[in-house]
């Protein structure tokens, strides 16, 4: 087979967000209706400061109504909504103002703590604020004073949505209208980091003042058995971003935090790095071999470990020589690192498991370095 290629992050193309997108085939649908002739392409100016002209796939006119539809080019980012149709209605109403709104697949806020107010679209401020500035610029250039109302849809958009976090947030129905740049940065974290943030205001909103901080699905399935009192709002999966996450809790005054993971990410957490992807610092199997020593492990066990290839393997040397302890000293240290990293103010906790689902180690409880 041939090795793929992966592409400099310089040549990677930008794409552009559901925010601009439905930006884009507002003013087109709007200029549709005002002047009847039908639009091949509306260009609008994005958050960064520089404009960028949207193909239109298809504009219908009505008496009353009409709308464009555009294919979100997410470049090469690995985006949810890449590809996905989006589709502005725009109508003349009698009250004055624009009405913003969503349709088919575009989710709909159930639980505070959003940007966007329980009830409605969701679509969220910065998208929500150049639709209208966009429609209030065109009206003024075509000397229009009526009321407006602007309905975005995203016909996949609820397909879409469960390979997203909205559920879990509350949102509910389709995918959000997002984007604060306009454009989408290619492999860009900011967007996994975003959905962070709001899902930890999500819980805080509905009261949960202790977070499970899992580092994936699996480990969340564990965390969720481990801890079956705590509502859903309150396990968020934080993937490799364990300091942004623990820090954002911190931020949001989170009382309790719980860390749940395996051996591999938590043996670098507990080592002292918060950023658990797997090119990013290796393990120190050094670090491991001075646990192991602590809780009473061979010399010779030691040095194997010191030689070990992966954080699974050493986990494997420790059940089979029965030192149980080293898994709690390990969810210990995971615990220390945490609260340097915030410099105090939470207690915590760690659990760490198997790909299978046994509980190795478990620490609660810690509110200071020992």
Not at 72 to 99: E, R, W
Not at 201 to 215: F, I, P, R, Y
Not at 217 to 244: C, H, N, Q, T, W
Not at 256 to 267: D, E, R
């Amino acid at each position: 087979m041939e090795k793929k290629v992966k592409k400099d992050p310089s040549e990677m193309r930008h794409g552009y967000t559901t925010g601009a997108c439905a930006t884009a085939v507002t003013k087109a649908a709007l200029i549709a209706l005002i002047t009847g002739e039908e639009q091949e392409n509306a260009t609008i100016h994005l958050p960064i400061g520089r404009d960028a002209t949207f193909t239109i796939e298809k504009c219908a006119i009505t008496k009353d109504t009409a709308s464009c539809e555009t294919i979100k080019d997410a470049g090469d980012d690995p985006d949810a909504t890449h590809q996905a149709l989006i589709i502005s209605t725009v109508s003349f109403v009698d009250s004055p103002g624009i009405v913003l709104d969503g349709g088919v697949g575009v989710g709909r806020v159930t639980k505070p703590g959003l940007p966007v107010p329980v009830g409605e679209a969701a679509i969220n401020p910065v998208p929500r604020k150049m639709i209208i500035t966009t429609v209030q610029e065109t009206l003024e250039e075509f000397q229009i004073n009526r009321g407006v109302k602007v309905v975005i849809s995203v016909p996949e958009g609820e397909e879409m949505a469960k390979k997203t976090l909205n559920g879990r947030l509350g949102i509910i129905g389709g995918i959000s209208i997002l984007g604060t740049r306009g454009t989408v940065v290619p492999f860009s974290s900011s967007a996994y980091m975003a959905s962070i943030v709001q899902a930890i205001s999500v819980a805080k909103a509905s009261g949960c003042d202790h977070l499970v901080l899992t580092t994936g699905g699996r480990s969340e399935k564990y965390g969720m058995a481990l801890l079956p009192d705590l509502p859903e709002e309150a396990f968020i999966e934080m993937g490799d971003f364990v300091g942004f996450s623990l820090k954002q809790c911190k931020k949001q005054e989170i009382k309790k935090v719980t860390l749940v993971g395996m051996m591999g990410k938590f043996s670098k957490v507990a080592q002292g790095v918060m950023m658990v992807h797997s090119k990013s610092a290796p393990i120190d199997f050094g670090f491991l071999a001075e646990i192991a020593r602590s809780v009473g492990a061979s010399e010779e066990l030691a040095v194997e470990i010191e030689n070990a290839n992966t954080a699974s393997q050493v986990g494997d040397m420790m059940l089979e020589a029965n030192h149980d302890e080293f898994f709690n000293k390990l969810c210990v240290a995971c615990c220390h690192s945490a609260l340097k990293e915030v410099k105090g103010g939470i207690k915590m906790e760690t659990a760490i498991y198997t790909l299978k689902g046994q509980l190795l180690g478990r620490a609660v409880g810690i509110e200071s370095i020992d």
